[in-house]
């Protein structure tokens, strides 16, 4: 049984970081490029940063490049997101997937498994 599982998520100030975690299990973890995508309130489900599955390439969307740092743990199987100088905008659900692709993508679709998400509220 494939799983994924977020934890870190919280309430934070604006300028303030917080780091996320995905651990996989059922999976075999470094045949998997990693995404973090993130959901607000009434919003579609939006890419924020992926990594491929050596961790050495990585992509961001443009409005959390600088910010953010996505990398991995093969021998953990874990996936992190390192978030520094939060803003308000930041504010949504965090979700963590699992694409068996060898380039990263930034579409939901293309991936393939997904975690039950983390909250992340940043106040201004």
């Known amino acids: 049984q494939v799983q994924l599982v977020e934890s870190g998520g919280g309430l934070v100030q604006a300028g303030e970081s917080l780091g996320l975690s995905c651990t996989t299990s059922g999976v075999s973890f470094t045949t998997y490029t990693m995404g973090w995508f993130r959901q607000a309130p009434g919003k579609e489900r939006e890419f924020v940063a992926a990594v491929d599955w050596r961790g050495s390439g990585t992509y961001y969307a443009d409005s959390v490049k600088g910010r953010f740092t996505i990398s991995r743990g093969n021998v953990k199987n874990t996936v992190y997101l390192q978030m520094n100088s939060l803003k308000p905008e930041d504010t949504a659900v965090y979700y963590c997937?699992?694409?068996?692709?060898?380039?990263?993508?930034?579409?939901?679709?293309?991936?393939?498994?997904w975690g039950q998400g983390t909250q992340v509220t940043v106040s201004s």
């Open positions: 997937a699992a694409a068996f692709r060898v380039v990263p993508s930034t579409t939901p679709r293309d991936y393939h498994y």
